[in-house]
């Protein structure tokens, strides 16, 4: 089992930033890619970055390339998105989640691919 907690999660003007955390806790001696989620009232959970195992690969949503940044820190088993310019329509629960199956050395953004899902965090971004 693996046990995935975000934060940093909150309310925040329109071209400002927050930086989410994910810390995992269990089964973290096993490689394992990394990736972030999102859902917003109404719709569907949405990609938003991954991380490949090593944290060489990286992949984003092409509404969040150039403002969200994703990282890890396999020694402290702990993944962050930095993001910023933020918008009102980036409103959402995002979600950390993690990938144990054979696509885990991939940056992959198929939700399918993730075993594991954090309970996540409010992002609100005022007009």
């Known amino acids: 089992q693996v046990q995935l907690v975000e934060s940093g999660g909150g309310l925040v003007q329109a071209g400002g930033s927050l930086r989410l955390s994910c810390a995992a806790s269990?089964?973290?001696?096993?490689?394992?890619?990394m990736g972030w989620f999102r859902q917003a009232p109404g719709k569907e959970r949405e990609f938003v970055a991954a991380i490949s195992g090593t944290g060489g690969s990286t992949d984003y949503a092409d509404s969040m390339k150039g403002r969200f940044t994703n990282s890890r820190d396999n020694a402290k088993n702990t993944m962050n998105l930095q993001m910023n310019s933020l918008k009102p329509e980036d409103t959402a629960v995002y979600y950390c989640?993690?990938?144990?199956?054979?696509?885990?050395?991939?940056?992959?953004?198929?939700?399918?691919?993730?075993?594991?899902w954090g309970q996540g965090t409010q992002v609100t971004v005022s007009s």
């Open positions: 989640a993690a990938n144990f199956g054979v696509r885990w050395s991939y940056a992959t953004r198929r939700l399918i691919d993730y075993d594991y």
């Open positions: 269990g089964r973290t001696d096993s490689k394992y890619g």
